[in-house]
């Protein structure tokens, strides 16, 4: 009788460390998002289809787009978090939350602007958008008085 591995159970890794590259970072935010599978941020179901390129298909379906079986909306695990609608790919996203967690002074638009390269507009935005996204989940965390 073979032995047979136990596979490892999932769970959210708690240190962000470097991705090399969008794929990657992507499939680390599904995994700390929903460590029990896709849920639709739309109907909450956990019912999904996972979109294909289909053969002779003019238009491309970019990778981690599911469609819910429920109320048949696609979603993505950017959908409803302060990374949706933006163009900057979510390595980037991840390697700026890394910074800020790791930084004593804080980080500022400018040091955003000279470490990744893209404009002081853009890295204000980028700045904007997490921090607004940390304010809200510290008041919505703390107890009422």
């Not at 460390?17 to 599904?30: I, K, S």
């Amino acid at each position: 009788m073979a032995d047979r591995e136990t596979p490892p159970k999932k769970h959210a890794p708690t240190r962000i460390r470097r991705h090399a590259d969008d794929h990657e970072a992507r499939l680390y935010f599904e995994q700390i998002r929903w460590p029990d599978g896709p849920v639709c941020p739309h109907c909450q179901d956990p019912r999904y289809m996972t979109l294909r390129e289909q053969p002779g298909s003019r238009s491309p379906v970019r990778p981690g787009v599911y469609k819910c079986k429920r109320c048949r909306k696609q979603y993505t695990v950017t959908v409803g978090t302060p990374f949706e609608g933006t163009h900057l790919p979510l390595n980037q996203w991840l390697d700026m939350i890394r910074l800020l967690c790791e930084s004593r002074e804080g980080i500022n638009a400018r040091h955003l602007h000279a470490r990744f390269g893209f404009s002081y507009t853009t890295a204000c935005s980028a700045l904007r958008r997490l921090t607004s996204a940390v304010v809200a989940t510290q008041t919505t965390e703390m107890p009422a008085p």
